[in-house]
Every structure is written in structure tokens, then in C-alpha cells.
């Protein structure tokens, strides 16, 4: 179909979750919307592949927000299809000679299993554990789907409530600082709560330490998506679908049009244009200034733009992943020391002290790989990822590790196979059975592979642009663009490069639709969700 002018109230590009998001949000909202994707499938990051009914998640796997984001509510994604395990057992470090450290969204429970080690740290974890629960929940999620503050303006917000002055405090002090402050004696709980604080590429060294107790509360209580995490993305596809939306896939745009300095519509690479009153992009902020709409026209908008642009940071960091199609699940002889090694989603193993991890990131900052990360057997919280028809009892894991991009050991595709040999012979080390059983297929997943499959993340980006304090809240993704709104009229932002980020939060898209509603007088059909308004009667968002 070849597009006309004023075809399309609003018009998306990108079909990843920010972009379905907003779709669906504003086609409710009785918008004309078309969603244009790039490459041969909707979805972006939440991208499940399917080998001889082996479901391997090749990037988004761990989902964050699953019980606090609105849209899954809103757009009532659960009768769509996309439902979500929640495992009672997060994280298990384990160790060289066979013990482990679970520990659980269950405060108590994770105390329980630290008293095997430390009763001190049981004790002194309970008590870091409710605060950083509290500022969690009472305001690091309500700032994640409400509109970003300038750092100043939030320190000045938080000034007035106890919660608040907590996270100020944090946000002076990086994550060493704060794991430091705990005071654990541990060093197998230190290493795990570290882990999962950098897990994600975050520095531990830079500052944002806010983000430390945000990051190690939502790893605790994280998801998978029953089906695999294209589960995810299906149902936000059919809730657009069912409120009118168009999504044309395999449709790349190379332009921005505008008019008059004014964003009236986009151009395909095959010559196709379709005009809107509003045009929301997803793509990372060189692609969509640079790029679509071009450095003259960004000039003309805004004098500072195109140099903010051009300074955005990409992570110094990426990440390598192999999913192993296996005749039988991984048995951890950490689980004859506890038991729930076996239950818990996340394994890490090949390091066992701050230090080394420490020592670890810098390496792979530096371009070097190393066999140190966590490994998920996928099947063991949902069963349907293998084919147990075809093949009893077998089972799906995947292993994840921080990795270069720019690999000084060679080529990635050259060494990827190797690698995963390693990666294969550490699991072995803590799940002997591994040593006879058999590999039916495997995946490995490199950053270089990443940037090819998904091209808003450059350099195998994890979060689509580094997380610096010069770009996070009302910073992200720059100052000119921040409110979702651009210089340049009728042309807004919504991806992960805005705020609050990556990791299949939504809530780019679910912020961004928000602001497109009320400047096109739509009527807003959500509400705003009750923590948010306990949030706000608090004083902890705007």
C-alpha cells in the first residue's frame, strides 16, 4: 500500500517493545497508527528461535517489571498470551568445591541460607534487604513510568522524605562503595549481590549507585516468560492488531520527512512514504538524528542537538551467550549441599570473590574473554522449551557471560565454537552429569552477532547506549530530548535509549505514549497505577 499525506495519526518506527507499546496505547486510544519494522519479525530484543522444537532465547531472557510494568495490565498482555514464571529461587553462587549461596525474592529464605555461612551477614542482610526493598518499590519503580527529573530537581524531590534522602545518598556512591557500606563479611554474598548489580554491563566503579539496589531487587524477583520471550512480543503484536494498528515488517525506513522543519512522515527503502501527524521512533538517537532526519534539519531545530547526539556512549561492554540443547538437564553437585540449586533460576560459577570480579570486568573492558558467568536451565521452570515428544527429558540451558565487543583474541565468529567448548567444560565441572550427556544442538551468541540481528544496539549494545549520569534520567537520551518530545515538532522518542532504559521495561513506550496522546487530543483511556499515586502523595515522583 502506498501512503498518503495526513494517512496515519501516528506513525512508529521500530516494532520492538517500546514501539509495540505505544502502538497499542494510542490505537486504543482511537489513533490511526502504522508501525514499520525493519527485519522480517516484530519483537526487537524479546526474540525467541526455534531449532527442532529447542526454544533458545537469544537475548532478552530475564524480564525485569513483569509484576509492576502498566502495560502488562493495561493492555491485559496475559489474555494475549504472554504469561510469566516468577521462580522462588533467583540466584544460586556456586562454589569450586560444591557448596552454594541461594538467595531468594524471599527475604527470610535468603537470610536462612547466608546463616549457613554467616549469621552476622543473615542478620545485617535482612535489614540492608527491607531498605533496599523500600526504596525499590516506594521509588526507584514508580521513576521508571513517570516522566525523568534532572538529576538536581530529583535530589532536590527526594530532600523531603526519608525514602528520598536514602537514594540521594546512594546516588553519590557507586556500587562498591555502597556493597562496602553493607558491611557483609561474606565474600561468597558480597560476590553474588555484585554480580547481580553488573550483570547487565553496568560499571560498579562509575556512580549511579541508585541503580545497585534497583538492579539486585528486580534480579531477585525476575521473570521468564513461559514459552519463551517471544511469547512477550506476540502478544503486544496482537493487541496492536486488535485495536486497528497496521505493522509492516520488513520495512526499513531510511527517511525522516520533514516540512517546514516539522516531522510529517517517513520513507521506505523501497521508495514508499506514509505521512502522520506524529512520527514516535524507537532507533538509537544517531540513527534517528544523524541518520533519518539529517544533521542540517537537527541544526536548524536545535543548536546543541547534533553534538549531544554525537557523543552518545555506547556500553564498554557486551555480551556472549550459548544455549545448549541437551538430552538431559545439568544436576549441580551443589545441590547435595542445598538443594535449591537445582530450583534457582541463575548459576553463577568461575568466581567466587569481589576481587575477581572486579579483575573480570575490567578484562573484558580491555577486550579480553573469560569463561566467568551464570548459566539458566530454562526447562526446568517451563518445561514446553524442549521437546519432550521427541525427546524425553531433555532440556534447554543457556549460559551468559559479559563479553568484548572488539575481542582482542580474534574474530568472533572465528572463536565462538571455542569458546563454547570451555563455557561447556566449566558447567561440566559443577554439573558432572554434563560429562555423558549429549549436546543435540547449540547456539553460541556472540556481541558481534547481536549488532548484526538488532541494529539500534551498536557495538553489541545491552541496553541500546551506555548508563553514565550524562545519560540517564532526564539525560537520556539528552537534555534536547528528554521529555520524549524533540526539537524538531511532531517527532518524539520512545526506545531504550530513552529513559528508563533497556531491559524490557516498556516504559519508554508507555511514558512516550502519554505525552503523543495529550499533544494529539486523544483521549487517554489508562490510569495512572496506584503505586505511582502513592508514589507521587509521597513525594518520591513529580
Not at 516494532?15 to 502502538?23: I, R, S, V
Not at 521509588?139 to 513517570?146: C, F, N, Q, S, V
Not at 552518545?312 to 540449586?341: G, M, Q, T
Not at 570473590?353 to 517451563?382: W, Y
Amino acid at each position: 500500500m502506498k501512503g498518503s499525506r495526513d494517512n496515519y495519526d501516528v506513525i512508529i518506527i521500530g516494532a520492538g517493545p517500546n514501539g509495540m507499546t505505544a502502538g497499542g496505547y494510542l490505537a486504543k486510544a482511537g489513533a490511526k497508527v502504522l508501525i514499520l519494522e525493519k527485519t522480517h519479525e516484530a519483537g526487537g530484543g524479546l526474540w525467541t528461535d526455534e531449532f527442532a522444537g529447542f526454544r533458545f532465547n537469544l537475548h532478552a531472557t530475564f524480564l525485569f517489571m513483569m509484576e509492576w510494568m502498566p502495560p502488562y495490565k493495561d493492555l491485559e498482555l496475559e489474555e494475549y498470551g504472554c504469561k510469566y514464571i516468577k521462580p522462588e529461587a533467583a540466584v544460586s553462587l556456586l562454589t569450586k568445591d560444591g557448596k552454594a549461596l541461594t538467595l531468594y525474592a524471599d527475604i527470610e529464605k535468603s537470610a536462612q541460607s547466608i546463616a549457613r555461612f554467616s549469621k552476622k551477614d543473615a542478620e545485617r542482610y535482612r535489614e540492608v534487604m527491607r531498605e533496599w526493598y523500600a526504596l525499590t518499590e516506594e521509588a526507584l519503580i514508580p521513576a521508571t513510568y513517570t516522566m525523568p527529573m534532572p538529576m538536581l530537581d530529583m535530589v532536590v524531590l527526594y530532600m523531603n522524605s526519608e525514602i528520598g534522602r536514602k537514594v540521594n545518598d546512594l546516588a553519590e556512591e557507586n556500587f562498591v562503595e555502597i556493597l562496602n557500606k553493607c558491611g557483609f563479611e561474606n565474600e561468597y554474598l558480597k560476590t553474588a549481590l555484585m554480580y547481580l548489580g553488573t550483570m547487565w554491563g553496568l560499571d560498579p566503579e562509575i556512580g549511579l549507585g541508585f541503580l545497585f539496589p534497583l538492579f539486585v531487587n528486580r534480579m531477585l524477583n525476575t521473570s521468564i516468560i513461559v514459552g519463551g520471550s517471544h511469547s512477550f512480543a506476540s502478544a503486544l503484536y496482537k493487541v496492536c492488531n486488535t485495536y486497528g494498528a497496521d505493522i509492516l515488517e520488513a520495512a526499513e525506513v531510511t527517511k525522516i520527512i520533514c516540512s517546514d522543519g516539522k516531522a510529517v512522515g517517513v520513507e521506505l527503502d523501497n521508495g514508499d512514504k506514509y505521512y502522520g501527524r506524529a512520527v514516535i521512533t524507537t532507533t538509537d538517537p544517531q540513527t534517528t538524528f544523524l541518520k533519518l532526519v539529517g544533521e542540517d534539519i537537527c541544526a536548524k531545530a536545535s543548536r546543541g542537538l547534533v553534538p549531544q547526539v554525537k557523543s552518545w556512549e555506547w556500553e564498554s561492554v557486551s555480551l556472549f551467550n550459548v544455549n545448549f540443547a541437551l538430552n538431559e538437564p545439568p544436576r549441580y553437585k551443589a545441590a547435595e549441599f542445598d538443594p535449591d540449586v537445582n530450583k534457582s533460576l541463575i548459576k553463577i560459577m568461575g568466581v567466587e570473590t569481589v576481587a575477581d570480579l572486579l579483575r573480570h570486568i575490567k578484562a573484558v573492558q580491555g577486550g579480553k574473554f573469560e569463561v566467568m558467568g551464570s548459566a539458566s536451565t530454562l526447562t526446568d521452570l517451563d518445561p514446553i522449551q524442549a521437546p519432550w515428544d521427541v525427546h524425553p527429558g531433555s532440556a534447554v540451558a543457556r549460559w551468559e557471560s559479559l563479553a568484548p565487543y572488539d575481542n582482542k583474541e580474534g574474530d568472533w565468529e572465528k572463536v565462538k565454537d571455542k569458546y563454547a567448548d570451555e563455557i561447556f567444560k566449566v558447567m561440566t565441572h559443577y554439573a558432572p552429569n554434563l560429562a555423558k550427556a549429549k549436546v543435540i544442538r547449540r547456539y553460541p551468541y556472540h556481541p558481534k552477532y547481536i549488532e548484526e540481528k538488532l541494529a539500534s544496539m551498536k557495538k553489541g549494545s545491552i541496553k541500546h547506549g551506555a548508563y553514565v549520569p550524562t545519560q540517564m534520567l532526564s539525560n537520556r537520551p539528552n537534555i534536547y530530548c528528554s521529555s520524549y518530545k524533540t526539537p524538531i515538532p511532531n517527532l518524539y522518542v520512545a526506545g531504550a535509549s530513552t529513559w528508563p532504559g533497556g531491559m524490557v521495561l516498556l516504559g519508554g513506550g508507555y511514558n512516550a505514549a502519554g505525552v503523543v496522546a495529550r499533544d494529539l487530543s486523544l483521549k487517554k483511556w489508562w490510569e495512572e497505577p496506584d503505586f505511582i499515586k502513592e508514589a507521587r502523595k509521597k513525594g518520591l515522583v513529580k
